[in-house]
């Protein structure tokens, strides 16, 4: 029964309670609203402790998930947790394919190897019909956004950027060897393959090549290859039928310590100083479109088997 309160003649401010016929008199009345009170006062101070308890440490949704409703990767095995009707249902291909999508979408990142249960996932989806089909869906998006977004000024100063690596050429053959990125990626040893020359080309990227190459549009490549490998990158490009690109920008003595994004970033910048307009870049990785300046739009083609910082 809700309470108002009102205005008595001594401008003192009671609580106005029913009538008092329907108790036994104004003290019990009294007493009633003090034992109510103190009800209502033990029970929020118990509520206030159990907030504080459960806020108290490192409490987060995902702990208690995995602590109440353990999530079994091994098999297509459904899973309850004691104490509630609820359930947590998971399989190995659902949390590879989810750690995948999250690493293509940047939510992952920094990661040194696939994660060892995620290997043969990982290594059938980049040897699958899905991986060409996910990479020439974003080569289509690509071309489609060429053929109807730019007013080129046809004074030779319009770009566009590859990246190289997983973009233009595939390092693919070398990660199958390696355990499709199960294995924390040794620098030499991948240098090594790369001197050896045998990357094949990507065909749906150079089909792109090829078609921004037709229009007048300078072609930069800017990769995180190490100056040291430009002979070998070179020759590997001609041999399976990249040319006629402006330049190739590697990453020499002055960048070896420089993050990967800066690097690239600068180079950007070098050639916006110079008079060029930036309408796309294209690259497996995310450090290809970090930083200012920007493009005016980038299209990202799935590559899960390592990152690049």
């Not at 100083?273 to 200012?292: A, M, P």
Request: with cysteine.
């Amino acid at each position: 029964m809700p309470c108002h309160p009102i205005l008595h003649q001594n401008n003192a401010i009671k609580i106005a309670l029913p009538p008092p016929s329907l108790y036994r008199g104004e003290m019990k009345i009294v007493q009633m609203g003090r034992e109510v009170c103190l009800f209502l006062a033990i029970i929020s101070g118990g509520l206030f402790i159990s907030l504080v308890a459960a806020g108290g440490g490192d409490w987060n949704i995902l702990n208690h998930l995995h602590k109440n409703r353990p999530f079994n990767v091994n098999a297509n095995v459904h899973v309850s947790g004691g104490g509630g009707s609820g359930s947590h249902s998971g399989s190995l291909k659902n949390y590879c394919e989810s750690w995948r999508m999250n690493v293509e979408m940047n939510n992952i990142r920094g990661f040194e190897v696939v994660p060892e249960e995620c290997i043969d996932f990982i290594g059938k989806y980049m040897t699958s019909s899905q991986y060409k089909a996910d990479s020439e869906r974003a080569i289509e998006e690509s071309s489609l956004y060429l053929s109807s977004c730019c007013s080129f000024k046809g004074v030779g100063k319009d770009a566009w950027i590859f990246d190289i690596d997983d973009t233009l050429l595939s390092t693919l053959p070398y990660f199958k060897k390696h355990h499709f990125g199960g294995e924390k990626l040794n620098v030499s040893c991948l240098e090594k393959w790369m001197r050896e020359r045998k990357a094949p080309a990507l065909e749906h990227t150079q089909r792109l090549f090829e078609e921004i190459r037709g229009k007048g549009i300078k072609i930069f490549l800017i990769s995180s290859r190490r100056e040291s490998l430009r002979d070998a990158t070179v020759d590997n490009l001609i041999k399976v039928g990249y040319h006629g690109w402006t330049s190739l920008i590697l990453r020499g003595m002055e960048d070896e310590y420089r993050e990967v994004h800066n690097y690239k970033a600068e180079a950007r910048k070098r050639l916006v100083d110079e008079g060029y307009h930036i309408w796309g870049i294209i690259g497996d990785q995310w450090t290809s479109f970090e930083g200012l300046p920007a493009a005016k739009r980038t299209f990202k083609l799935p590559n899960s088997l390592y990152y690049v910082s």
